[in-house]
């Protein structure tokens, strides 16, 4: 009897231990994450493209601190609000800002210091969206990473919100066409092939014709 009981004790904690572990996996596959997005930007010298910074999987979220770095020989950052003393990055609406504690971007260093806070309860979000933007112009060929470095995330009542930094996004730069030259390009060749269908379908008309003819004769 007392060795039933103690097999069932056994599978019974045994069990209890796999749903432990199960909703804690489950758990930490669910908590907040900040990240760039997208992953990864081709682009060439000149060019523009913009870089998202997103928080996912996040509850109650009124407040935000993050730093990141890039490679400013490569990149440098389109300001967003020229009015303003300063080089800026966009504000998102994942949440809408309140108050700006601090939107910095120095183009010397590659430094990006933003930090933003809502104040009121009803303006605290859950889920995922986009926490802010940053606009680079490329100035060079080359491969960089824009990079978290680290990151803050806080409720409505001021507590800290467990976050997890994604991997940073790649922006690489090369030469090459441009689209414009990519469609002029595609436009001549539909042009030269269609020339080319036309010449042979009238090669092909001619020689029906005289062939035709030779027969009538």
């Given at each position: 009897m007392k060795s039933k009981l103690y097999r069932s004790t056994t599978i019974l904690l045994t069990c209890l231990g796999i749903v432990a572990w199960v909703a804690g996996a489950v758990d930490a596959q669910e908590g907040a994450k900040i990240l760039p997005s997208p992953e990864r930007l081709i682009l060439a010298p000149g060019d523009t493209g913009t870089v998202e910074i997103?928080?996912?999987?996040?509850?109650?979220?009124?407040?935000?601190?993050?730093?990141?770095?890039?490679?400013?020989a490569l990149l440098e950052i389109v300001d967003a609000d020229p009015e303003t003393e300063g080089t800026q990055i966009a504000h998102g609406d994942f949440p809408s800002p309140d108050f700006v504690v601090r939107n910095v971007a120095d183009p010397s260093t590659g430094v990006i210091d933003y930090a933003i806070s809502c104040m009121s309860l009803d303006k605290a979000v859950s889920g995922s969206g986009v926490l802010a933007r940053i606009t680079f112009h490329v100035l060079t060929e080359g491969e960089t990473v824009v990079a978290i470095r680290s990151a803050i995330l806080g409720d409505i009542q001021g507590q800290s919100i467990p976050v997890e930094t994604g991997p940073g996004a790649i922006i690489t730069s090369h030469s090459g066409p441009s689209l414009?030259?990519?469609v002029v390009i595609g436009l001549v060749a539909v042009a030269v092939a269609a020339g080319f269908i036309v010449v042979v379908w009238r090669a092909l008309k001619t020689r029906y014709d005289v062939s035709s003819g030779g027969d009538k004769l």
């Open positions: 997103r928080v996912e999987n996040v509850a109650q979220l009124a407040g935000a601190e993050v730093h990141l770095t890039f490679d400013p414009g030259v990519w």
